[in-house]
Structure formats: structure tokens, C-alpha cells
């Protein structure tokens, strides 16, 4: 049951992704494009020190507004689960913010962290049914290049997480369509 004053601001992707898995390191990170595109990855940072899921965004062009955020399903089994986003910028130097021990580097950009980690903002995907915690989140302009994205969970007690990418939905698809009920299927049977 929602709080007083509680606002769920409801979310729908153009597309659900999946972790591919292995992933871990950066020379693996897991390609993903198009940001100007709304999309879901769904997946699953595992428990032990110093794991960190890699994600390299490719941008091929100047996309205005693109927002990153990371998300945590209210129904995860662990109250106190709450990952760093850690978003890497070409056009940066420096790392604002300390990243772990197996992080690159010589990548720059910023550690994002949970603003109010006890009392995080609610969201929802009314097409998938879920609502999530809302963390760590950034709104950019990308310009063309490689961007990394990482998760990693200081506390390294592993769980469940959502990455939403993008900023406009595009025009749907019958393509579209079938691959959203694989993926709600795979969501509701947390099959990620």
C-alpha cells in the first residue's frame, strides 16, 4: 500500500532487454544502442566483493535529453539493496566519485548514488504490471561516442536491477509487440 502523498509516476519502454551475462569486466561490457530509444535491461548483479555489471552505449549521433536511470523492483527480497550507478563519459577526464577496485582507470564521468536510499521515489511499467525504486538517475545530451554504464553494489549482497535508458518512444512495431510478450513472460517469471 502506498503512503499519503505518494505519486507513481508510470513508465512504458519501447523495448525489454536482457543481461547477457558475463559481463563482469569492461573488455566485456554488454553493447547496447540507440539511446534515443526507451528501453528496459533488465538484470542481475551477483553477491561477492568487487562484481561489477559493464554496459558500453553506443552513440552514433547527437541525442538531446537522454536520461539513465536505475531502477530496483519493489519486490526484490532485499530491503537494503541499493547499486551505484556508475556512468562513464568519453568527453570527461576525471571520475567524480570513487568507483571500485576493478573499475578502469582511466575512464572519466560520475558515481551516482542513492539520494534517499530509505524513502526512494516510486515508478511503474503498467504494461509489465512492476513497479521499481527509483535511484540513481542522470539526464544528458549525448554527443557521438562509446559511453560506459556500470553497476556495482558496494555492499555485495547481489540482487535484481533495471536500467532505463532513453528519452523518446519510438513507433511500435508488430516486431515490437512479440518481443514485449517473450519479455513479459521472462519478467514474471523473473527468468533474467
Same mark, same amino acid.
Given at each position: 500500500?502506498?503512503?499519503?502523498?505518494?505519486?507513481?509516476?508510470?513508465?512504458?519502454?519501447?523495448?525489454?532487454?536482457?543481461?547477457?551475462?558475463?559481463?563482469?569486466?569492461?573488455?566485456?561490457?554488454?553493447?547496447?544502442?540507440?539511446?534515443?530509444?526507451?528501453?528496459?535491461?533488465?538484470?542481475?548483479?551477483?553477491?561477492? *566483493? /568487487?562484481?561489477?555489471?559493464?554496459?558500453?552505449?553506443? =552513440? !552514433?549521433? #547527437?541525442?538531446?535529453?537522454?536520461? @539513465?536511470?536505475?531502477?530496483?523492483?519493489?519486490?526484490?527480497?532485499?530491503?537494503?539493496?541499493?547499486?551505484?550507478?556508475?556512468? *562513464? /563519459?568519453?568527453?570527461?577526464?576525471?571520475?567524480?566519485? =570513487? !568507483?571500485? #577496485?576493478?573499475?578502469?582507470?582511466? @575512464?572519466?564521468?560520475?558515481?551516482?548514488?542513492?539520494?534517499?536510499?530509505?524513502?526512494?521515489?516510486?515508478?511503474?511499467?503498467?504494461?509489465?504490471?512492476?513497479?521499481?525504486?527509483?535511484?540513481?538517475?542522470?539526464?544528458?545530451?549525448?554527443?557521438e561516442g562509446t559511453y560506459v554504464l556500470?553497476?556495482?553494489?558496494?555492499?555485495?549482497?547481489?540482487?535484481?536491477?533495471?536500467?532505463?535508458?532513453?528519452?523518446?518512444?519510438?513507433?511500435?512495431?508488430?516486431?515490437?509487440?512479440?518481443?514485449?510478450?517473450?519479455?513479459?513472460?521472462r519478467i514474471k517469471f523473473l527468468l533474467?
Amino acid at each position: 500500500m502506498l503512503g499519503v502523498g505518494t505519486h507513481v509516476e508510470p513508465v512504458f519502454a519501447q523495448q525489454y532487454i536482457f543481461e547477457e551475462g558475463g559481463n563482469n569486466s569492461y573488455s566485456k561490457s554488454q553493447a547496447l544502442s540507440d539511446p534515443q530509444n526507451l528501453k528496459y535491461i533488465y538484470a542481475v548483479v551477483t553477491s561477492g *566483493g /568487487d562484481v561489477i555489471d559493464f554496459y558500453s552505449l553506443k =552513440v !552514433t549521433r #547527437f541525442t538531446p535529453h537522454v536520461t @539513465i536511470e536505475l531502477l530496483i523492483p519493489k519486490k526484490d527480497t532485499h530491503a537494503s539493496f541499493r547499486p551505484q550507478l556508475i556512468f *562513464g /563519459d568519453p568527453n570527461m577526464s576525471n571520475m567524480i566519485g =570513487v !568507483t571500485p #577496485f576493478n573499475f578502469p582507470p582511466n @575512464i572519466g564521468g560520475r558515481v551516482l548514488t542513492w539520494a534517499n536510499p530509505k524513502n526512494p521515489k516510486i515508478s511503474s511499467d503498467e504494461r509489465v504490471f512492476e513497479s521499481f525504486w527509483v535511484g540513481p538517475s542522470i539526464t544528458k545530451d549525448l554527443v557521438e561516442g562509446t559511453y560506459v554504464l556500470a553497476v556495482y553494489d558496494p555492499l555485495a549482497q547481489g540482487g535484481r536491477y533495471i536500467l532505463r535508458i532513453g528519452g523518446d518512444k519510438a513507433r511500435e512495431t508488430w516486431k515490437d509487440f512479440f518481443n514485449f510478450i517473450f519479455a513479459f513472460l521472462r519478467i514474471k517469471f523473473l527468468l533474467y
